[in-house]
């Protein structure tokens, strides 16, 4: 069983940045994090959770939501199991709980696992 903690959120004000990371653990059909393809997705209050970045499991390939373009970078590092999203210049719009998810046959897919997630609160 594959599983993932997020930390790294907090309060920041409009303008700021924040990183967050994504601990991976275990395995699942015998494959562990680094041949995983690793996403960020995020969920504000009252709304649907939506996709924020992505990337492939060797590094080489990132997607990102138009929302994100230009202000988030993620990346990952695989001889430490952990998936990372640089946020800058943030913006009230972005709070929301950020959730870790991996497993995905494709960047453009969603995994089957999740972690806990971790709260963002931008202030304006």
């Known amino acids: 069983q594959v599983q993932l903690v997020e930390s790294g959120g907090g309060l920041v004000q409009a303008g700021g940045s924040l990183r967050l990371s994504c601990a991976a653990s275990?395995?699942?059909?015998?494959?562990?994090?680094?041949?995983?393809?690793m996403g960020w997705f995020r969920q504000a209050p009252g709304k649907e959770r939506e996709f924020v970045a992505a990337?492939?499991?060797?590094?080489?390939?990132?997607r990102y939501a138009d929302s994100a373009k230009g202000r988030f970078t993620i990346s990952r590092d695989n001889a430490k199991n952990t998936m990372y999203l640089q946020m800058n210049s943030l913006k009230p719009e972005d709070t929301a709980v950020y959730y870790c998810?991996?497993?995905?046959?494709?960047?453009?897919?969603?995994?089957?696992?999740w972690g806990p997630g971790t709260q963002v609160t931008v202030s304006s």
């Open positions: 998810n991996s497993g995905a046959p494709r960047v453009d897919l969603i995994g089957p696992y």
């Open positions: 275990g395995r699942a059909s015998g494959r562990t994090f680094s041949s995983y393809n």
């Open positions: 990337i492939s499991w060797t590094g080489s390939g990132t």
